[in-house]
């Protein structure tokens, strides 16, 4: 053993220091980037909006003391700025920290569910997140978070409305209803461009990003579009272990997109009568195939009557965390970003810090 703490354990360790601002701690904001664990030395950058001033210095310090309280002997904080604003020839949407997608090999397994779900757990933990329905074919985001609110246009670009919080945007909001539409790839690049450099997002901690299923050209399309953080990949304890779902992470493989970790949705029922716990599918694939192929596993979501019919009728079951399935995505949601700044973060001898 090189190194005696683990990019896990110094994520863990900033957990305990918050943002005055917001009062919620800078790893659930995102704010932590470049992690580097080498031996008994740890570097860092930390995101940040708001100018220079005591309140910034103070936040660096606490970062810094919470690494070294480790044992750590080298610590080093940087501090890089966040885009103030839009500027020309950068990238599409430069105010927003962390870019993920949610996918996954077939439909139906539940990435829309989990995507919106997500994106209200980490609002809920005080994190800034807009959802985006890149599934042109079949969206579903508008009726997912009950949407009532529609975009307007705002000095030449496109206001996306505000459902709990969220800001969403998705491509039902310009479709006649019911009406299918026969999509062409450079249509598509065009959407998707439109959808990131169009829409005014704002200074957001996460945009989710819910795909159509399976490996097509909106993924390339996304891909090519913007640096992804990462992917999550959701899938049916059965999927997983009958690799549907290695297929989309194959296609993030390819196209250099980090896999974030693992969703198994569906995972399990408890039974409203009884509280007895059915695990109809065969729980607990995804886990086993995820540790096998060597990625995170992000969690377990239910599969319950109320989590369809409360997607249905706009109000996302992680809107109340004292249920269980509030409680199942709030623990999906922490393990997400606790895994964004694991994920690309480097350990061991390969680093070098000057
Ligand atoms: N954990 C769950 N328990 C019960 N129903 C679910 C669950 N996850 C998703 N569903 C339901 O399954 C259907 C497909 O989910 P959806 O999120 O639209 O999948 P996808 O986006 O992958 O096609 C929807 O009717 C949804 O309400
Ligand atoms: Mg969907």
């Not at 329905?133 to 079949?138: A, L």
């Not at 709990?164 to 249509?187: H, N, Q």
């Not at 304890?237 to 997109?257: G, R």
């Not at 192929?293 to 009728?313: K, T, V």
Request: proline content about 6%.
């Amino acid at each position: 053993m090189s190194s005696q703490v683990s990019p896990q354990d110094v994520v863990n360790a900033l957990r305990v220091v918050k943002d005055p601002n917001v009062g919620r701690d800078i790893v659930t904001l995102g704010y932590v980037k470049e992690l580097e664990v080498g031996d008994s030395r740890v570097s860092f950058a930390l995101q940040l909006t708001a100018p220079a001033g005591p309140a910034r210095d103070q936040l660096v310090a606490q970062a810094r003391a919470a690494v070294s309280a480790l044992g750590v002997a080298n610590v080093q904080v940087q501090v890089v700025e966040q885009a103030p604003a839009r500027t020309a020839g950068h990238s599409l949407i430069p105010q927003v920290r962390h870019t993920i997608a949610i996918a996954s090999g077939k439909g139906g397994v539940g990435k829309s569910t989990v995507a919106a779900n997500l994106a209200v757990a980490l609002n809920r933990a005080g994190a800034k997140v807009g959802l985006m329905d890149t599934d042109v074919y079949g969206p579903s985001v508008p009726v997912l978070m009950g949407g009532t609110g529609v975009p307007s246009v705002v000095e030449g670009r496109i206001e996306p409305p505000e459902e709990y919080g969220i800001k969403i945007m998705s491509m039902a909001f310009f479709l006649p209803k019911d009406e299918a539409v026969i999509w062409r790839g450079p249509m598509l690049h065009k959407t998707i461009q439109q959808f990131l450099g169009d829409v005014r997002w704002g200074e957001l901690d996460y945009l989710l990003m819910d795909m159509p299923p399976g490996t097509g050209d909106i993924q390339l399309s996304l891909s090519q579009s913007i640096p992804l953080t990462g992917a999550v990949i959701v899938s049916t304890p059965q999927d997983l272990a009958l690799s549907v779902a290695s297929k989309a992470i194959a296609m993030f493989q390819k196209l250099n997109v980090p896999i974030l970790g693992v969703v198994e949705n569906m995972s399990y029922h408890v039974c409203r009568q009884c509280g007895h716990r059915e695990e109809i599918f065969g729980h607990g694939g995804a886990r086993e195939a995820a540790k096998k192929l060597n990625y995170a596993f992000l969690g377990e979501i239910p599969l319950d009557m109320s989590i369809r019919e409360q997607s249905d009728s706009g109000k996302p079951v992680a809107l109340d965390d004292s249920t269980i399935y509030g409680k199942a995505f709030q623990e999906v949601a922490e393990a997400l970003v606790s895994q964004i700044v694991v994920a690309d973060s480097k350990t061991g001898d390969e680093i070098s810090i000057e």
